[in-house]
């Protein structure tokens, strides 16, 4: 599993989705100061409703953007080897009789990412998988918070 692909495939998607949350922020601001969304009585809540939903999409997409900066800020940091589940650690795990592939980001937590056709899911520290896996290396053994055992197959 080649770490750069996955940090780059991370680093595209997260740009791919601020690109979405900005043009969906400035499509519900555009709405909101429409003239076809004037309150035409005091119950008509239309106006105000696009204003919040601009206001949502544009805290989305700060976030995002802050994201994307973070992970690019860290590039080396996040594609270095690793020994041990550090962030930017990519992992294998034995999860029951499934292995599945993880990326311990300090950002995206959450996100799927498809690598040549093997499924990567980006972690955080603070997800349950991430407790309980940061700091072990290869053959180290862990219990998820809802009791399923694990274990690390490699750390990349």
């Known amino acids: 599993m080649d770490k750069p692909l996955v940090f780059d495939a991370l680093r595209e998607k997260l740009r791919r989705e601020l690109e979405a949350a900005v043009g969906a922020s400035r499509d ?3 709405y909101a100061t429409d003239e076809e969304s004037r309150a035409e009585s005091k119950y008509d809540t239309q ?3 696009a204003s919040y939903l601009a206001a949502g999409q544009a805290s989305l997409a700060r976030s995002l953007a802050d994201a994307v900066t973070t992970l ?4 080396a940091e996040l594609t270095a ?3 041990s589940v550090l962030r930017g650690a990519l992992v ?3 999860l029951g009789r499934h292995r599945e592939w993880f990326y311990l980001s300090p950002v995206g937590g959450g996100e799927t990412l498809d690598i ?3 499924e990567v ?3 955080t520290a603070q997800s349950p998988i991430g407790a309980a896996i940061t700091g072990k290396a290869a053959g180290a053994k862990f219990k998820l918070p809802n009791g399923a055992d694990g274990s690390i197959a ?3």
């Open 28 to 30: 519900a601001a555009d």
């Open 47 to 49: 106006g105000l409703e």
């Open 72 to 75: 690019e800020a860290l590039r």
């Open 81 to 83: 080897p690793r020994e």
């Open 92 to 94: 294998q795990c034995n």
């Open 116 to 118: 040549d056709g093997t």
């Open 121 to 123: 899911t980006v972690i």
């Open 154 to 156: 490699r750390v990349v």
